[in-house]
């Protein structure tokens, strides 16, 4: 069992930035791919980016160029550094884990509970 907790959400201007992390308990966290999803008001959860457990990195065309996902497996962390946020980033993001490194939401066994990031225009 892998339990996320998601933080680092917040207000922010168009432009400005924000990083979220989402923290992993248990020994296996390098074992399992890690993604980042949002949901916006209204909307169907989407991919973001997801992250492999050899560390390739994949992105939505949406955010390519300007969100980086990381990962430190001392610390059980993985990480979205999210730039040049746009009012459409608006949404909630939630990170998950699952042992394929997949777009689908299918593929994740384990979901964190979600932190609201909204981006003024």
């Known amino acids: 069992q892998v339990q996320l907790v998601e933080s680092g959400g917040g207000l922010v201007q168009a432009g400005g930035s924000l990083r979220l992390s989402c923290a992993a308990s248990g020994r296996t966290f390098s074992l399992y791919a890690m993604t980042w999803f949002r949901q916006a008001p209204g909307k169907e959860r989407e991919f973001v980016s997801r992250?492999?457990?050899?560390?390739?990195?994949y992105y939505a065309d949406s955010v390519k160029g300007r969100f980086t996902i990381s990962r430190d497996n001392a610390k059980n962390t993985v990480y979205l550094q999210m730039n040049s946020l746009k009012p459409e980033d608006t949404a909630v993001y939630y990170c998950?884990?699952?042992?394929?490194?997949?777009?689908?939401?299918?593929?994740?066994?384990?979901w964190g509970q979600g932190t609201q990031v909204t981006v003024s225009s």
């Open positions: 998950a884990a699952g042992g394929v490194s997949s777009a689908r939401e299918t593929s994740y066994d384990f």
């Open positions: 992250i492999s457990q050899a560390g390739n990195t």
